[in-house]
């Protein structure tokens, strides 16, 4: 069938779709199966997120700046941190040509390969004691290349999840995606917490911390099959027939849909800004500022994960009952009480950082469960998955590419209050977004 581009897609033509569907047996899912689909492919992209961003604190400062002093060291490594933020947008718009043309099996198989691929590649990286400057220039062209394909990992197996959910249930369908943050961050940390653990410091900056990298190609290769397999169901075939999941020209999508991007960009700004304020910059800021081994902050972390998880999941029921805006305008207004408190916690000791860090994993738990594809409804059918893809890209560049830098740079120069000032910022500009979005309190679609 034609698309709304006048290109014929062919989602189902795809001989990696085909056997995909002979591996599972069968050609129709259950909604569990689309979930646990979505959690695993979810799983995977944030479990290299993390890996990234732990290895952008423990081992980049060390390996590829050695004669820099720490602090100096950290944030020339939080530089190369956003990359893969910046090549998200360019990877979206390529990988939705490759899915136009060729199919989405051929778009995911392309994607979590280069995915995995990158991210392997970094567990080779050489020193600086080895080959230079060349060493930082292959750690910024993998990372990039990570973004790359992450644009490319848009598969709309949550639109698909949200066009399925009961009326009286689309917060919680909406909730099942973003599980894959917490749970990715747990395995990532917990990797790290045991090298950390059980290695010397010589031998896990020499070939320890190399280990979760490699691990990532496994974990993308099940996480690609499981995905697949649902991709090749008729049930996503008819969404697609129906124009409700096609690929558009971005350029198209924009000159229309130009103004749902930006407002959908903004939405999720204080979630995305808190994400990394509880991950990756409280792991480089106490162990630059205190004597806090990362065993014993990665354990605090790891708490914190699982408080995350739980809230996660309660963002679903309570946005069933209350409504996706006013969950995500309380959680906004949350974030600012606690951006205050911020300062105040990092500086209190273990007591005050395993506070920081339950609260905040708690309060990005509720934010972060509804806060994903926020405004996705108010863009029309034709639109909604080019749509969707782009706001997310954008969404996580504005919120969180920058963060742990501009974080960890502010709270050097002028200490911890502007890094408060900061999360406040992001907070404000959800609560404005939500303002201008009418229309979420009008068709309260997750999709």
């Known amino acids: 069938m034609p698309s709304a581009t006048g290109e014929h897609a062919q989602p189902s033509s795809s001989a990696l779709e085909r056997d995909a569907r002979l591996v599972s047996g069968h050609g129709k899912v259950s909604a569990i199966e689309i979930a646990m689909g979505v959690i695993v492919g979810r799983t995977s992209e944030f479990f290299d997120y993390f890996v990234y961003g732990i290895g952008s604190v423990l081992v980049f400062p060390y390996i590829l700046f050695p004669n820099t002093p720490p602090l100096t060291a950290t944030l020339y490594s939080f530089m190369i941190f956003p990359l893969a933020f910046i090549a998200r947008p ?35 990286l050489p020193e600086y004691k080895q080959v230079g400057a060349l060493a930082i220039v292959l750690l910024s062209v993998f990372r990039f290349c990570q973004g790359l394909a992450l644009g490319g990992a848009w598969d709309g197996l949550a639109s698909l999840l949200a066009l399925n959910a009961p009326q009286r249930h ?27 653990a059980y290695l010397s410091r010589d031998d896990f900056l020499d070939w320890g911390w190399r280990y979760p990298f490699f691990v990532a190609f496994a974990v993308n290769v099940v996480a690609l ?50 994400f990394h304020l509880v991950t990756v910059f409280p792991l ?38 209350t409504g996706r805006r006013p969950l995500l305008a309380v959680a ?5 009480v606690f951006s205050f408190f911020t300062p105040v916690m990092l500086r209190g000791g273990v007591g005050g950082e395993i506070t920081f860090i339950c609260v905040g994993f708690a309060l990005l738990g509720l934010s972060l469960g509804q806060a994903a594809g926020s405004v996705s409804s108010n863009f029309p059918l034709r639109y909604r998955y080019t749509g969707s893809a782009l706001v997310s890209d954008l969404a996580w560049l504005t919120g969180a590419g920058f963060a742990p830098l501009v974080a960890l740079g502010l709270s050097s120069e002028f200490g911890l209050v502007a890094t408060g000032a900061y999360l406040l910022s992001g907070a404000v500009c959800t609560i404005g977004a939500l303002v201008m979005n009418k229309q979420l309190e009008i068709r309260d679609d997750p999709g």
């Open 284 to 321: 480089a800021w106490t162990g630059l500022h205190t004597d806090r081994s990362p065993v014993t902050f990665l354990t605090i972390q790891i708490a914190g994960g699982f408080i995350g998880l739980v809230f996660v999941t309660a963002s679903g029921m309570i946005a069933d009952i």
């Open 90 to 124: 360019i990877g979206s718009v390529i990988f939705m040509a490759v899915d136009r043309r060729y199919g989405r099996g051929v778009k995911l198989t392309s994607s979590l390969f280069l995915l995995g691929g990158s991210t392997v590649l970094i567990s080779f």
């Open 332 to 336: 906004a207004a949350m974030i600012a």
């Open 225 to 274: 099959f499981a995905r697949l397999r649902l991709v090749a169901t008729p049930a996503f075939v008819n969404l697609l027939e129906k124009d409700e999941l096609q690929p558009t020209r971005v350029s198209e999508m924009l000159r229309s849909q130009w103004y749902n991007v930006i407002i959908g960009a903004f939405v999720p700004l204080a979630s995305y800004a808190l």
């Open 170 to 196: 689309r917060g919680w369908f909406a909730m099942i995606p973003q599980l894959g943050a917490p749970l990715g961050f747990l395995l990532a940390s917990a990797l790290f917490l045991f090298l950390e």
